[in-house]
Structure formats: structure tokens, C-alpha cells
């Protein structure tokens, strides 16, 4: 067990908006256990649908918007039962957003007395799996592997120790989230794009037997799937999504059997190479115990193929609205990390660039 000693009594309060999701969340830990009390979560999705794509001074002033909003639907139990300490997200994520959270954070604060503990995003998104478990659990799940794949990052991450992480290998180009966003796009579908693949790839038996013979061999890369590293490259993908739309007369290309089927080819592309990686670190570092997160990761294929693949490891996967942006990243975040917490203020500031 890791020595490092955590408080048996808590009430967090979370807040996330890193991107284009308000997160405002409570979580109790008593006797060793987590209770989540609230998690809101108001998504821009539908704000930023029409652009394809995150704007950020635009979810800046949607996160202004909703932050009070959310927080005021929890304030009576705030009131009520006071939280003693503040996990605000601080980074990855964009410049704009990151401030609304921490401006909000510091009045809380503020009129609290109490500290706040700057959360990093990538972090909160693996450790949010233990929330389900009694806490000695994520003390004593190492060696793991963890693998985060959201809009902003692929990342392969392997965790030694309790809270000892070294990042295996990243992307060098787009994230798997954002290949899925781009591609969605050049398909004339909406923001965010991850969804919208998957309800489409789930229809590809129905439309099995219908298949014309020039879509039969439709067939994308698997970027560097072969090589001997841990990292990802998915620009290409979405540059060979690209060329093969732009090569189709527009009746095939508008069709639902060629969306259907490009949905399918670019979900599976992007999980083989996930899947190889995940294979080749777990035989190198031989490691049984594997965790997952981010918003990919709310992908039912993706989430069925990996219990399939690894049958013989213990796997952890966030239930499918804990893989998606929300307040109790940073809170989860929070209690791990409460060694680190402040009541300086002045110094809180957001980190968009941070890793592990
Ligand atoms: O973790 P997240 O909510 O935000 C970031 O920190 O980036 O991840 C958002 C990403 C988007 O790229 C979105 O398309 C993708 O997760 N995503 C999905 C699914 N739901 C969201 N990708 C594939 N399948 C899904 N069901
Ligand atoms: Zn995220």
C-alpha cells in the first residue's frame, strides 16, 4: 500500500471546462468509500454542432453561462453540507475555458474558506475508474496500463505505482477523438463526430448483403500499427478518408451504404491500432491489470472489444457518462491529490499544455 496517507472524510466539489462540457460535481468520501452526491453536466455539443468543431471563445462564454446556472442547483446541498476542499480542472484543455472554471473555483473558495487543488484532466479522466470501488483498491491496482483516447489525446500511460505515471507513447498528429470529429466532418456529419460513426457503423449488418461491388473493397490504413513504439498517428487516416470521398462520384458518396461502411472501415482502423499498442506494452511490461478513459472510450464497440481482447486481464472502463467530460474528474483528482492543495489563490492559473 502506498504510503501516502489520505483524509478518511471528505466532501469535494468538482468543477470541469476544459472544452466545451460544464462540469459541476459533489463527492463525498467516508469510511473509504466514494459517494457521488451530484454530477451536472451541461454539454455544447448542439452549440458547436453547426461549426463542426470546438470554438473556444464561444464555449468560454457558454461556460460563463452555464457554470451559475449548474452551481445553483446544487447550492441548497452546499449550503447545507459545506464542501471542504475544491478540485478545479487547471489543464489540458483550452486556454479560455480552463479560466471560467478557476475564476469560478477561486469565489467558491473564497466564500468558503477552503483550498482549492489545481486537477489535471488527463489524470482525473484514469482515476475516475476507482470511484465505483472502496478506495485501497486504487492504492493497490498497479503495475497497470492506461490508455486515454479523447478528442485531445491518445495516450498510453503506464502506471507502476500508485499515482507514478509514465506516458508510454502519445500521438504525434491528431487525436483518435479528433480523427473521429474530422472524418465525421468530410461525411457530412455533425459534431461531435465519435457518436455519430458509431451509430452508423452499428447499422453495417443490416445493409451486409447490399454492398455494391466498387464499395466491397473500401479498406484505410492502420497507422503505424507495425512499429515497434507505443505511439499513434491518425492524421493520415483522416487524409485517406478524404481521398477516397473526394474520388466517388457524388451519388455513391452521399449514400447511406458508403457512409455506413466508411463509419464502420474508420472505427475499426482507429481500434486495431489502439488494440496492437495496448497488446504489445501489455507482453512488454507484463502487465495484467488495464484502465481505460475519455470520451472515446463511451464508443460500445470499442468498450466490447477490449473485454473481448483481454480476457485474461482485470479491466476497468468508466461507466459510458464518466468517459465524457465532467465535474468529477477533477474531483477524483482532488482526493488523490489533496497533499497538493492550496489556499493561495493568486497562483492558481491554467496550465492548456500539461501531461502526466
Ligand atoms: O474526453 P472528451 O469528452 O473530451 C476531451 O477531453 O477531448 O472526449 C471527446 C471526444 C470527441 O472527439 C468525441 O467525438 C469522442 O470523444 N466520442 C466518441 C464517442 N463519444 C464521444 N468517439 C467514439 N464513439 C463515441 N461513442
Ligand atoms: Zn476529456
Redesign the pocket.
Known sequence: MSKKKLSSKMRILGIET??DETGIAILEIKKGKFKVKANLVASQAKVHAKYGGVFPNLAKREHQKNLPKLFSLVEKFILKKPPNLIGVTVGPGLDPCLWQGIEFAKEIAKKFKISVVCAN?LIG?LLVNFLKFPIKKAKNFYPALGLLV???HTQLVLMEKFLKFKVLGETRDDAAGECFDKCARILGLSYPGGPQLEKLAKKFQKIFSKIPKNLKTLKLPRPMIHQKNYDFSFAGLKTAVLYDFMKRPKKERESKIYKILMAKEIQEAVFDVLIEKIKRAQKEFKIKKLFFG??VLANKILRERIKKEFKKCEILIPQKELCL?NGL?PAVFAFFYQDKKTKNLEKIKSLPNISF
Do not use: K, R, V
Request: negative net charge; proline residues 0%.
Open positions: 476544459s472544452c484532466h479522466h479523447s478528442g485531445g475519455g470520451g467530460d474528474l
